[in-house]
């Protein structure tokens, strides 16, 4: 629904036309705030994107426990799920602590986050790595993590090239080491090493007073 924050979300649900007892309020777990934000990229400008900005438990009627939220800093998000009630319940109804069932909710997220990095979204694909999960999980998450170990690797080695790209894009493509290094924000041996890289597969040109040109457009 749209409302401008918890509490109006909440006063619209209990008013006319929808009436919601109060009392039937806690049949929701959570509440997830999502808003249209600005983020900022590499330093260099902002664009407008959608972020979940608030998740709330929902303990009781006009009682909502903060367990995550956006940081427009970083582009990235807080997680204070030590402090869900919702995990208390459950884990005295599974006969566990908070920290073992935190520790199976990042097993999970190691393999959601393995998924999406091998492109495993079609329906059928995510169901049969769902319930592989179920039947062997130790397999399936040593799988995940290896890969994921492997990809993560791979994307490392990547990123100061494309990196690099995205900045001489911005400075209409071309650039001196000094302005790369200054915006990019990558190291000495990082951006020589991306350079050279960028050269030898005919992304960029480099002229003889040092300045570096791109070759070729980028999509």
Same mark, same amino acid.
């Given at each position: 629904?749209?409302?401008?924050? +918890? ?5 619209? @649900? ?6 919601? #007892? ?21 330093? +260099?400008?902002?664009?407008? #994107?959608?972020? $979940? ?12 426990? @903060? ?26 109804? +599974? $006969? ?27 329906? /059928? ?9 179920? /039947? ?5 998450? #040593?799988?995940?993590?290896? /890969?994921?170990?492997? +990809? ?10 494309? #990196?690099?790209?995205? $900045? ?6 071309? %650039? ?9 924000? @990558? ?6 090493? %991306? ?9 960029? /040109? ?14």
């Amino acid at each position: 629904m749209h409302a401008e924050s +918890l509490d109006t979300a909440i006063k619209r @649900l209990t008013s006319p036309p929808m009436n919601i #007892a109060p009392s039937f309020i806690p049949m929701m777990n959570c509440v997830i705030y999502v808003e249209r934000v600005m983020v900022r990229h590499m330093e +260099l400008f902002n664009f407008p #994107a959608r972020r $979940v900005r608030y998740v709330w438990e929902v303990v009781d009627f006009d009682n909502y426990q @903060l367990v995550g939220e956006w940081d427009p800093r970083t582009d990235g998000f807080k997680s204070y799920l030590k402090e869900s009630a919702l995990l208390k319940r459950l884990g005295t109804r +599974l $006969v566990k602590t908070v920290d073992e069932l935190l520790t199976e909710i990042e097993k999970r997220r190691i393999v959601l986050e393995w998924m999406v990095r091998r492109g495993i979204t079609k329906p /059928e694909d995510v169901n049969r790595v769902v319930l592989q999960f179920y /039947e062997k999980p130790d397999a399936v998450l #040593a799988q995940a993590v290896a /890969e994921l170990e492997t +990809l993560v690797s791979i994307e490392k080695e990547q990123k100061g090239p494309w #990196a690099l790209l995205e $900045v001489l894009q911005s400075l209409g493509g071309t %650039s001196d080491l000094r302005t790369l290094m200054q915006i990019s924000r @990558l190291d000495d041996k990082t951006l020589q090493e %991306s350079v050279t890289w960028l050269q030898k597969n005919g992304y960029v /040109e480099i002229e003889p007073d040092g300045t570096i040109k791109l070759k070729m457009r980028v999509a």
